[in-house]
């Protein structure tokens, strides 16, 4: 569930992925709600109500009739009100959800009527499963809450299982993965205290979801297979609807669509015979993503018009928002960009409306991709520059350190029950042969004592020395998964740090530089110069060089420590002032400690110090600048002054980004960051620890 990928003009096919793990993970979503709604308690179950529960996943028509029957023979206000929420769900499973949140009003009065709080929270439970496939995810949000504080109130630790899934659930829409696996991996732990199979199978779908939108797609396809054996052994169509659908994806995120096609044919027959006209739309889109993936856009084309047709029919906003996305992106490949402009504009409006930052990002990213093939490249920087400020807002390196964090506690818990369990099987196997010695015959009770006490003390050591072994091995696996995450955790922020580089320094300079060449081939045509263009390509292009040789100096592991920082900091000014009239003075330790800084510590500790430089060069206009350095205690300080014109008030409010970049690079790396500017100069002071 790597983090919201950061996508960039020119790759729509990424855009393709991302946004087909997303309706994997509405699929999921949908087939666990429609599972897991309380239908009825056993005590207030009519025949007819039973029937339509038994029918209900194989034959949604005759589960329907059932309950109709039963809301028509009804002989009081509390039969009717269970068969008017019966009635409610079956709408709901199949896709009609105006239908569903009329019936479910009416069940409500009657619940409210009779004070029956456990209706009342099926009844909220239930709106907020009719609401999210409306794509309003607030306001099921708001339902499932009110649910899951009535279930919780009650003590109803299944339907609290069930509430838990359904909020972590709109917590994905929300792009909070991290809150959404607490809350999952909370639902997992009271289901199988319960031993509840199906919950349990559930939340393993669940879970692995948000592992495979984070981009784990190996811990992701581990809960998947766990969730398709539970699913196998219950007979559960929907849920094996759902999970093949989601094996598929796992396919299709390694780049190998062609092995996603028979998952998914398998899935959509699945769901076509439970008339589940939701997880039908799903899975036409995701054939279609299939197809564009092998370079077969007029079949890709044909599977995403069926899903927007199917999307539109059930009022699926945030499917009709994709499905007008996947359209605009096959007609990009097949570079008829006023269409795609077309489509993806209508994508656009509608995830506006649902607030859907993922869509609106996928939507402004496909109109930069149109607008720059129909030669419109200021509308196309734009657009870019409006996707990249959505994709912002969802990279975060520190949701995949919780996802770590909560799962390493996760199987913490588990080792500890493993063991737990263990304990009790001794006391139940002690019991056990404690009630038999009571049935011996008294004329040889004294011989099967001696016996039953050396068998009883054999078993006893052996479970004795098997559980001292189990600890140890639960130890060491325990410690050996912590190395292990550690070294993974550390390689993936590295990767992330390198890729985030990357993007804001050599992205956006390349994007701008395609931009002016092309707006220099226009200028040619028209007969216009374009020598402005030309040297700030030539420009780009230096910093650029320059922006990378920096990149490559921090993550090369021989500049690891302070001394070769130092050394780079004395070379970097020295080159960065020579074509300039200004005087200078670097003041750096004669000795300086052995010690080993990260690549993040070298990184933000170097772009600091030349931004402070910049600043005071460019816009200070000094003529006489210090850089000077000194340990101090178990610190690491710098100090910057000039004799430039400082910051005016104005000059301060520009400024403010830049300042406040620096001063966050700083408290990244555990340090801190200062100024002082008055007319006379300026004083810049950053510090940070110093490594042990």
């Not at 920087?381 to 390493?408: C, G, I, N, P």
């Not at 707006?519 to 060089?545: D, F, P, W």
């Not at 592991?557 to 001394?563: D, G, K, V, W």
């Not at 350095?629 to 610190?635: S, V, W």
């Amino acid at each position: 569930m790597h983090s919201s990928e950061v996508l960039r003009i020119k790759r729509p096919l990424q855009t393709l992925a991302t946004r087909s793990r997303m309706l994997g993970f509405c699929l999921a979503t949908f087939l666990l709600l429609s599972a897991s709604v309380v239908i009825s308690q056993p005590t207030l179950m009519t025949p007819l109500l039973d029937s339509a529960r038994k029918y209900r996943s194989i034959q949604p028509d005759k589960a329907m009739n059932f309950a109709r029957k039963a809301f028509q023979q009804a002989t009081d206000e509390e039969k009717k009100s269970r068969s008017l929420l019966l009635i409610g769900v079956l709408h709901c499973d199949v896709s009609s959800y105006d239908s569903s949140l009329f019936y479910l009003a009416q069940s409500l009065d009657f619940f409210k009527l009779l004070k029956d709080s456990t209706g009342i929270a099926e009844v909220y439970h239930n709106m907020g499963v009719a609401k999210e496939h409306l794509g309003f995810y607030q306001e099921s949000l708001d339902y499932y809450q009110h649910a899951y504080e009535i279930r919780k109130k009650l003590g109803l630790k299944s339907e609290v299982a069930f509430s838990l899934n359904s909020v972590g659930n709109i917590y994905v829409f929300l792009n909070n993965y991290s809150r959404a696996l607490e809350l999952y991996l909370e639902s997992l732990k009271i289901s199988e205290e319960l031993i509840n199979k199906t919950a349990i199978a559930n939340t393993f779908n669940n879970i692995g979801m948000v592992y495979d939108y984070t981009g784990d797609l190996d811990k992701a396809f581990d809960y998947y297979d766990r969730a398709r054996k539970a699913y196998e052994a219950l007979n559960d169509k929907r849920g094996l609807a759902g999970i093949l659908n989601n094996i598929g994806l796992i396919y299709k995120n390694k780049r190998q669509p062609e092995k996603s096609i028979p998952y998914y044919q398998q899935s959509l027959k699945l769901f076509e015979e439970l008339k589940s006209a939701y997880g039908v739309a799903v899975l036409q889109n995701n054939m279609g993503v299939a197809y564009g993936l092998m370079n077969n856009q007029e079949q890709a084309l044909q599977y995403h018009r069926q899903a927007l047709a199917t999307n539109s029919k059930i009022g699926n906003n945030d499917g009709i928002a994709n499905s007008n996305n996947s359209i605009g992106d096959s007609y990009l490949k097949l570079r008829q960009f006023s269409e795609a402009d077309e489509y993806f504009s209508k994508g656009l409006k509608v995830a506006q409306q649902i607030k859907s930052t993922d869509r609106m990002a996928e939507s402004y990213e496909g109109l930069a991709n149109a607008r720059e093939g129909m030669k419109d490249y200021k509308i196309a920087l734009a657009f870019s520059q409006q996707a990249r400020v959505l994709r912002d807002t969802l990279y975060s390196s520190e949701k995949s350190q919780k996802l770590y964090e909560m799962e390493q506690k996760y199987e913490s818990a588990l080792k500890e029950k493993q063991i737990a369990l263990l304990n009790s099987e001794t006391e139940r196997q002690k019991l056990e042969i404690a009630q038999k010695n009571e049935l011996i015959d008294q004329r040889t009770i004294q011989l099967v004592l001696v016996v039953a006490s050396l068998v009883f003390l054999g078993v006893a050591v052996y479970l004795f020395y098997s559980r001292l072994r189990l600890r140890q091995t639960a130890s060491l696996e325990m410690a050996r998964i912590e190395k292990d995450q550690a070294i993974i955790k550390s390689i993936y922020e590295q990767r992330m740090n390198i890729s985030k580089d990357m993007h804001d320094e050599i992205g956006s300079g390349l994007t701008h530089i395609s931009l002016l060449s092309e707006m220099i081939t226009v200028q040619k045509h028209s007969g216009t110069e374009g020598q402005a263009e030309v040297q700030m390509i030539s420009s780009i292009s230096r910093q650029l060089v320059q922006n990378m040789s920096e990149i490559i100096w921090a993550i090369n592991p021989q500049n690891e420590t302070l001394e070769t920082l130092t050394s780079y900091l004395r070379e970097q000014t020295n080159k960065y002032f020579e074509p300039f009239e200004v005087n200078y003075v670097i003041h750096l330790p004669e000795q300086i400690p052995i010690v080993k800084l990260t690549n993040l510590q070298r990184r933000n500790l170097f772009l600091v110090t030349k931004e402070t430089l910049n600043n005071a060069l460019k816009h200070a206009k000094a003529s006489s600048i210090s850089l000077s350095m000194e340990i101090k205690g178990n610190q690491i300080c710098f100090l910057i002054s000039d004799n430039g014109k400082g910051f005016e008030p104005e000059q301060i409010r520009k400024s403010a980004n830049g300042l406040k970049n620096m001063k966050s690079r700083m408290s990244e790396i555990g340090g801190s960051f200062g100024i002082i500017t008055s007319s006379e100069g300026t004083k810049v002071n950053y510090a940070m620890p110093l490594p042990i």
